[in-house]
Each structure stands twice: as C-alpha cells, then as structure tokens.
C-alpha cells in the first residue's frame, strides 16, 4: 500500500474500490477509487479521507510518508461518507488536528459524527492558511453537488484539489489522465458527469467564471475519483461544453418492449433518424442508464418508446423516466412512441415529462398492437423528421 507523489511533497494516499458497481444507482461496473492527499510541509495536512471500510488501505499509505499523529489539519472538502467515512477513525489517531471545512461542512459532520472536543476551522472562499512554503487557498462550491462541497488549492504548486468535481467512476492501478489516455478520461470524465452533475450544469457553468475571475492557474486538478488531470485545461473546456448542454447531431433512441411491437417501432425510428443523424439505440433493460444518460447529454434529439401497462408506461420506462427527470438535461427535440392494445396512456406520460423538462416536443406516435407495413413506413418517416430537426440544434 505505497503512497505516490503526485507533485512535490504531495501524495495521492487514497484507496482502490475494484468491486464496486453500483453508486447510488450509478452502475460502475470498473469500481472507483476514493482519493485522499496528503501535503508534507511544515504542516502536515490530509485532504479528504475514503470511504470507512478502505481505512486501513488509506493509513497505511500515510504511514509510508509521515506519522499519522502528527497530521496538524484534516480538510473535508465534502461530507458525504465516500470521502469523509474516515475522518472519525482518523481523529483517533491525529488527535491534534484541525478538522476544515465550510459551515455547511462543519454542521454535516457534527451530524454524521461523534465530533466532541474536534477543533474546528470553517473556511470561505477566499480564505487562506499558510503550511509553510505552501499556501492554501478554499473555495466553496456549493451544490456542486452538496451544499457543503468546497475545493482546495494549493496556491505555489497551481494544484486544485476539486473533490467530485471533475472526476470519473472507475477504478485504476494508474493515476494520471496521460497513464490511461487524456481521451479514455474524458470519456469516464463524461459519464459521471451525466449522471452527477448534469443537472447543476448552470451552477458549473457560474463557477467556472468565478474561477476565471480569480486568475488562478491550474498545472493539474486532482479530483476525489478517477484519475488526476495533467492537461487540466482538457477537462475544464469539456465541463464549459457540457454546462451549457451544447448539442451533437445525434438522436439517442430509448425503448422497453413486453411482445417486441415497441422494440419493432423503436428500430423503424432509429433508421429514419440516420437518415439524417447518428443514432444510439438503447434496451433500457439490457443497457446500463448511466450509458444512455451520457449519450443523451449531448444529444440534440431524444425518442423514448414504451408499450401501455394498465394504461400506464411500463414500469422500467416509468423507472427511466424519473432519473431522467432528476437529471434535467436540456435543448432537447424529443418524440414519445408506443404501442398499446386497449388503452395508449403510456405515450401520453412520456409526453408529459418531455413538456415537464421544457424540450421541443414533435408528434407523438402510438400504434395499437403489432405494426403493419405500413405503420412502421410512419415510424420510419417519423424517425426522418426527429432526425432531420435535431441535426438544426447542434
């Protein structure tokens, strides 16, 4: 369990979750890791910890480089438990250091934890603390994606420390972009960012000018899961791009299908829009969500097929229908279809949720029983029309 250096005198001390495959609800199915540094100056001071049960991997990296009882501050950019789980059994050993956090911070963990006679530093952004050669400086960054969350950066090595921003689900014996391909990052970098952050796409899209309002300058940004960014300005122009919901020529075509009429429909959908997109097609049975979500944050049309069930949408569609919801992506032409055999209510639910999420809603299609010839020719020329208009948004 060797710790790494990661810049002069700063360690990646974090842990390797290999089996992890779900976060809340986000498949992972290469794991994660939980990353935690720790900066050797003068003081001594550990950023984040990991998850409870990766404890004893974590000390044993800081054990490598320092003791831990003489760690002087522990920082909790953010108090959900995958990065603060630790800190408790952390406290029992550096007994001495000053927990940081924001006010949000400190009252989320007085909540999670047992913090009697902890010293306390809340910090804002703005706010420095001198380590030695190294200065900090604290960030908030509320709602990104807790009301606590903050970052932290260490000023003379232009090294961000952006807990969950900017960061990937997967997990990697490597640590930096460039170990596993800046293009093979920014691919996972997309996927979380879909099924996190996509619906505080204007909050990014604020903070980053914030950011660039400070002039700071970043010579890599060391994020809490995934792999550390050594081309730091790769990742920051792809969060501006999908903060602002900018839009591919691409449909992503969704369906669940009882007797296979909707599967039947949704692929008649799916070659009318190649006509004049690309298109994804997905099974929501049979397809990981957190893919298609990722497909469907740049994509400028959207289709979701389901057959009627007691005239409702079928419930994995229902499922679907309410993460996409949570998710809130925008600057969408969307087009609902089904098949049904006594009542087309399905149809209909979907077509509420499109209005609900404020996307440009085209005829809907609802085909009773198994599709003619016929039919499908409709399908067909319905999928043209999705296609030909979502390749005017991108």
């Not at 001198?130 to 604290?138: A, C, P, S, Y």
């Not at 960054?141 to 090294?159: G, R």
């Not at 397809?287 to 389901?306: K, N, R, V, Y």
Request: aromatic share 10%.
């Amino acid at each position: 369990m060797n710790a790494e250096e990661i810049m002069d005198k700063v360690y990646w001390v974090g842990a390797i979750d290999w089996e992890e495959r779900d976060f809340h609800n986000f498949e992972t199915h290469r794991g994660v890791t939980y990353n935690a540094y720790l900066i050797k100056d003068e003081k001594i001071v550990l950023v984040d910890t990991v998850k409870e049960k990766f404890f004893d991997e974590m000390l044993q990296r800081i054990e490598k480089v320092v003791d831990p009882s003489e760690i002087d501050y522990i920082i909790s950019n953010h108090v959900e438990t995958d990065h603060s789980g630790s800190l408790e059994k952390m406290k029992e050993i550096a007994k001495n250091a000053t927990v940081i956090c924001t006010k949000k911070g400190k009252e989320g963990l007085e909540k999670h934890f047992n913090t009697e006679g902890w010293e306390f530093k809340v910090v804002k952004t703005g706010d420095e603390l001198k380590i030695g050669e190294r200065t900090l400086l604290f960030l908030e960054m509320p709602m990104l994606h807790w009301p606590d969350s903050m970052a932290t950066y260490v000023k003379e090595q232009k090294l961000l420390l952006s807990n969950d921003a900017f960061g990937q689900h997967f997990a990697s014996e490597e640590r930096f972009d460039e170990d596993i391909g800046v293009e093979e990052a920014v691919k996972w970098a997309k996927i979380y960012y879909a099924n996190i952050l996509m619906p505080l796409g204007e909050l990014v899209r604020r903070k980053l000018e914030e950011i660039g309002k400070l002039n700071l300058e970043f010579s890599m940004i060391a994020p809490s899961h995934g792999v550390i960014w050594k081309n730091p300005s790769v990742i920051i122009e792809a969060y501006s791009r999908w903060a602002e919901f900018k839009a591919e020529n691409k449909v992503v075509v969704i369906y669940d299908t009882m007797w296979e009429s909707t599967a039947i429909i949704a692929k008649a959908i799916a070659e009318g829009a190649a006509q004049h997109s690309e298109v994804r097609l997905f099974h929501l049975r049979k397809d990981p969500w957190s893919e298609i979500m990722t497909e469907i944050l740049d994509a400028g049309g959207i289709a979701i097929g389901s057959p009627t069930m007691h005239n409702r949408v079928f419930p994995p569609v229902a499922g679907f229908l309410t993460y996409l919801r949570g998710l809130k992506p925008k600057n969408k032409v969307a087009m609902a279809f089904g098949s049904y055999g006594w009542g087309g209510g399905a149809v209909k639910e979907i077509n509420r949720v499109f209005e609900e999420l404020k996307f440009e809603v085209l005829e809907p299609l609802s085909l009773r029983y198994r599709p003619t010839e016929e039919e499908l020719q409709k399908a067909y020329e319905a999928g043209v029309r999705l296609g030909e208009r979502a390749s005017k948004t991108s």
